[in-house]
């Protein structure tokens, strides 16, 4: 299946579709998921269209991780979590919903639950504050 530039995450990156910022580079983006698992779950994509991570480009992988572990020890300073889970779907049968590539932050704590994958939308008012406590640990 070839790259599908209208997907929601190259709409963002695009400018088309809002986010909560949560960092942002010349080569990545990350943002605050509107259907978070935890409190303060981030996606880090990168700029480059690219499908999944075995479509993207060693510069794109190489910078797309380096985003992944910024964002990582600014959410471990920002909101202490027990644990921090990175994630990250190649293709349907993975469980990789959205076309392209992107990687989970998610922040986890001792017997908390995480919320179900896609299931409840949070407004961006609500996310915003997470947002900045993370951004202020960059």
């Given at each position: 299946?070839?790259?599908?530039?209208?997907?929601?995450?190259?709409?963002?990156?695009r400018?088309?579709?809002?986010?909560?910022?949560?960092?942002?580079?010349?080569k990545?983006?990350?943002f605050?998921d509107?259907m978070?698992?935890?409190?303060?779950?981030?996606?880090?994509?990168?700029?480059?269209?690219?499908?999944?991570?075995?479509?993207?480009?060693?510069?794109?992988?190489?910078?797309?991780?380096?985003t992944?572990?910024?964002?990582?020890?600014?959410?471990?300073?920002?909101?202490?979590?027990?644990?921090?889970?990175?994630r990250?779907y190649?293709?349907?049968?993975?469980g990789?919903?959205?076309?392209?590539?992107?990687?989970?932050?998610?922040?986890?704590w001792?017997?908390?639950?995480?919320?179900?994958?896609?299931?409840?939308?949070?407004?961006a008012?609500?996310l915003?504050?997470?947002?900045a406590?993370?951004?202020?640990?960059?």
């Amino acid at each position: 299946m070839p790259y599908d530039p209208n997907n929601i995450f190259a709409r963002i990156l695009r400018g088309e579709i809002p986010c909560v910022k949560v960092y942002e580079d010349a080569k990545t983006l990350a943002f605050m998921d509107v259907m978070p698992e935890s409190e303060g779950h981030v996606l880090v994509v990168p700029k480059e269209d690219a499908q999944d991570i075995l479509d993207l480009s060693a510069d794109g992988l190489s910078a797309m991780m380096a985003t992944v572990q910024k964002v990582a020890r600014a959410v471990d300073k920002a909101l202490a979590p027990d644990g921090i889970q990175l994630r990250q779907y190649t293709r349907a049968a993975a469980g990789q919903t959205v076309f392209h590539v992107h990687f989970h932050v998610l922040p986890l704590w001792e017997g908390a639950h995480l919320a179900p994958h896609g299931k409840v939308m949070v407004e961006a008012a609500k996310l915003e504050p997470i947002a900045a406590n993370i951004r202020s640990a960059l």
